[in-house]
């Protein structure tokens, strides 16, 4: 008899290898394949893992080997695809498999759940339907409030009930014992979206019909950059083209950094395809979770709109994917896994030999450069559609005119002009709170978080000091600890601005949005549609509101303070300074009037305004793609981070150190070690934090090193004492 398979199986923990393991007992072989879910023994405990390969044998001798308890699944969860991704994803970035499995799967799939979602359901039994309710009414209201709930229809989920009667199971033991309701465990499942009839678009113009033709010449694997001026129509490029996918059969999956910020979007789609898009991001519930997963797997849900962690749904037919707004840093997870779902979309869409669309109107130098070496297809859309013209940017010098309050003479004017010319405005300020500080009038001690090497941000509506790293909160300091004198905010932030443009032109106009305002459910909404209708006059808000949208009757936008990216320490402050400016800029005259965009800035000479009011993001990219060639800097060079963090500072130097000298006798010369220093806000919440850089020309090198280095670094003596994480492709580095 041949020795029996051995699976190979991923588990949620944070070690890179597979673990072996010997069948179920009484489980047809035939059963085992890669992609399902077993239960496995993990030491004490019980855990759900997913068996990634089925193997003849194993390293360990077969008698060192444990049976897997339970074959969860029928059928595999996960197809070969989706298997190769999951790997793919691992490798690249490093990661222990196990922990990739668990961000690629729904929590319920996760906790062994089966792949249909229940719930419980409370029927109205014969006996309760009989039951007298006058006695119970008197002696159990809260009891006879249920049975009646439930006499109306005979039957409730659980979630219906919570929410109608918010105190009911308070009462279902009573009734269970009394045998007057029962409780079923049913599917839980929508309906898959249906089709409706589709409205068409505009006609195209010229470059769109272009660009268009040049993505239905190639049906397999195609990465299309689409860089298109703001408002230049890329997304009627996108429908046309996910019209065709969606015809021949095929699946479409579209990626945004943001969902909550784009119901605009998502009622585009629906209204021009004709269907209902399925939402895949963080604010679902576990069950609804599921059933969008699900259906994307089995293919009943043709269009899939998500966020990020939407790139590991498995899809039935694929045909296309678009990520929309690529340059969007979003798409970089900045912890645990920490991986760009706009770079596992090229390679997934490579692997199913599918197109793949890159969107932006500010692209970044990493895309950019990839369609230099032509790897790439780069597709621009130079003008705006329909008859809109671009907007005119200015600069205010705030060296001449002074802001008071933050808002400078030049501005507050063309404000006053705009609106009354019945245009609406839109205030842009990265930074939320009333002002980043609070200082003392006499000693000039500044408020500081405890437990963060930062200070803490003012917010007056709650009366109170937050610190916008750790989520600390402190009542406000009226008065200084140390010199009893009295303190004051000092700079700016969108609730100071909202509050003296209210002060100007009444409370009724000003609209703020930002993750403040917004976060009650329903508020943010609320917010854009007064936004789009118009009704809002002046918006005042941080990047929440540069990205996107599209708000027919805005005619200025004003950007109080964009001085803070000028002088960053990071390689990509302008990248980024010139893609938010390039965004927000965009929102302004999208229909017929021409927008007006008025910059303050303390440094108007600085070259980099030149660049951007002259050539636009183009010739910032160009200048900064040369920069960063001369100083080898990504994407001229691949980087990888090593972090650590530990509540003394020590540990975190001593287990860099060690993982430098590692590193060094690993022998890769093509790969440059940088520090181990302290990260530049070295403590957050309570924890020092300290990093290593590893920089290379060459890719294979990096991973090469990586590899090797990781394994050492999983069983190292000194890596218990800290957290670590590696982060390939790094987009912050501080
Ligand atoms: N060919 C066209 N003729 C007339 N109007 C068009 C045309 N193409 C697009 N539009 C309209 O122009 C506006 C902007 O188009 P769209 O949203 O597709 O641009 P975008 O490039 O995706 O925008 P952004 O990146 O700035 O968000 C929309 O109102 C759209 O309906
Ligand atoms: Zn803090």
Redesign the pocket.
């Known amino acids: 008899m041949s020795p029996p398979p051995v699976l190979k199986v991923a588990v949620n923990v944070p070690l890179s290898r597979l673990f072996d393991y010997l069948p179920p007992k009484g489980v047809d072989p035939a059963r085992l394949q890669a992609g399902v879910r077993v239960t496995v023994p993990f030491g004490r405990q019980q855990q759900s893992a997913v068996v990634m390969e089925v193997a003849d044998s194993s390293e360990l001798p077969h008698s060192k080997l444990k049976r897997a308890l339970a074959l969860q699944d029928e059928e595999t969860l996960l197809g070969a695809d989706d298997l190769w991704l999951i790997r793919f994803t691992s490798e690249y970035y490093h990661h222990p498999v196990g922990e990739v499995v668990a961000a690629a799967l729904p929590t319920l799939l996760r906790q062994a759940r089966p792949l249909i979602p229940t719930t419980e359901q409370v029927v109205l039994t014969p006996a309760g339907r009989n039951a007298s309710d006058a006695v119970l009414s008197r002696r159990a209201p809260k009891q006879a409030e249920l049975l009646d709930a439930l006499l109306r229809r005979g039957k409730a989920t659980v979630s219906e009930l919570d929410e109608r009667l918010p105190q009911w199971r308070r009462s279902r033991k009573a009734l269970l014992d009394k045998g007057w309701i029962q409780i079923d465990e049913i599917a839980d499942v929508p309906p898959p979206p249906g089709r409706e009839a589709a409205e068409p ?5 010229r470059e ?1 019909r272009a660009v268009l033709a040049d993505m239905r010449s190639h049906a397999d694997f195609r990465v299309t950059v ?1 860089d ?12 046309h083209r996910m019209q065709d996918v969606l015809a021949q059969d095929k699946q479409v999956l579209i990626l945004v950094p943001e969902i909550g910020l784009t119901p605009q979007f998502v009622r ?1 789609l629906r209204r021009r395809l004709g269907i209902e898009p399925l939402l895949l991001h963080s604010s679902l519930t576990d069950n609804e979770r599921l059933n969008a997963w699900r259906m994307a797997r089995d293919g009943s849900a043709p269009l899939l709109l998500g966020t990020r962690s939407a790139i590991f749904t498995p899809l039935a037919r694929p045909g296309l994917i678009v990520v ?2 690529e340059h969007d840093s979003s798409y970089k997870q900045q912890e645990g896994l920490r991986y760009s779902a706009r770079d596992l979309a090229v390679a997934r869409a490579k692997q199913l030999n599918i197109p793949v669309i890159l ?3 500010t692209p970044s130098l990493e895309t950019l450069q990839r369609c230099r070496q032509a790897a790439y297809r780069h597709q621009v ?1 130079s003008q ?5 013209a671009p907007p005119l940017l200015r600069l205010v010098d705030l060296a001449r005119y002074p802001s008071n309050d933050g808002l400078s003479d030049p501005l507050l004017r063309a404000l006053d002009k705009h609106l009354g010319e019945n245009g609406q405005a839109l205030i842009f300020l990265n930074r939320r709170g009333f002002a980043p500080t609070l200082i003392c009038g006499g000693c000039g001690k500044i408020a500081e978080c405890n437990r963060c090497d930062a200070r803490m941000t003012v917010h007056a509506a709650r009366n109170a000091l937050h610190c916008h790293h750790c989520g600390a909160r402190r009542a406000l300091d009226a008065s200084c600890s140390d010199c009893g004198s009295a303190c004051r905010p000092l700079g700016q932030g969108t609730e100071r601005i909202e509050g003296v443009l209210a002060a100007r032109y009444g409370d009724e106009s000003v609209t703020r949005i930002d993750s403040d305002s917004t976060r009650l459910k329903g508020t943010m909404d609320k917010a854009l549609a007064r936004a789009t209708s118009g009704d809002a006059r002046i918006l005042v808000g941080t990047q929440m509101l540069s ?4 708000f ?1 009757k805005l005619t200025l936008v004003g950007v109080v303070n964009a001085d803070q990216g000028l002088f960053s320490t990071d390689f990509r402050g302008g990248e980024r300074l010139a893609q938010s400016l390039t ?1 927000v800029a ?2 302004a005259g ?2 017929r009037r021409q927008g007006e965009v008025i910059i303050q800035t303390a440094f108007a000479s600085h070259p980099f305004w030149n660049r951007l009011l002259s050539g636009g993001y183009a010739d910032v990219a160009d200048y900064s793609l040369a920069e960063r060639e001369a100083a080898a800097w990504p994407p001229y060079s691949r980087l990888a981070l090593i972090r650590a963090s530990a509540m003394q500072r020590d540990h975190t130097h001593e287990f860099l150190n060690a993982a430098r000298n590692k590193a060094e006798q690993l022998g890769f010369d093509q790969v440059r070690l940088l520090g181990p220093v302290s990260a530049p806000m070295e403590r957050r919440a309570g924890r020092y934090r300290a990093q290593l850089l590893l920089q290379s020309g060459s890719r294979q090198a990096l991973h090469g090193l990586l590899d090797a280095l990781v394994l050492a670094l999983e069983s190292s003596k000194s890596g218990r004492r800290v957290r670590w994480s590696v982060d390939v492709d790094p987009v912050e580095l501080f």
């Open positions: 678009g505009p006609e195209l113009n769109q689409l298109g001026v703001t408002g230049s129509g890329k997304t009627e490029v996108y429908l585009r929309d707004e969107g932006s109107a859309l705006r559609a329909g008859n809109a990205k996107g949208h599209h027919p965004q965009g929102r999208r229909e």
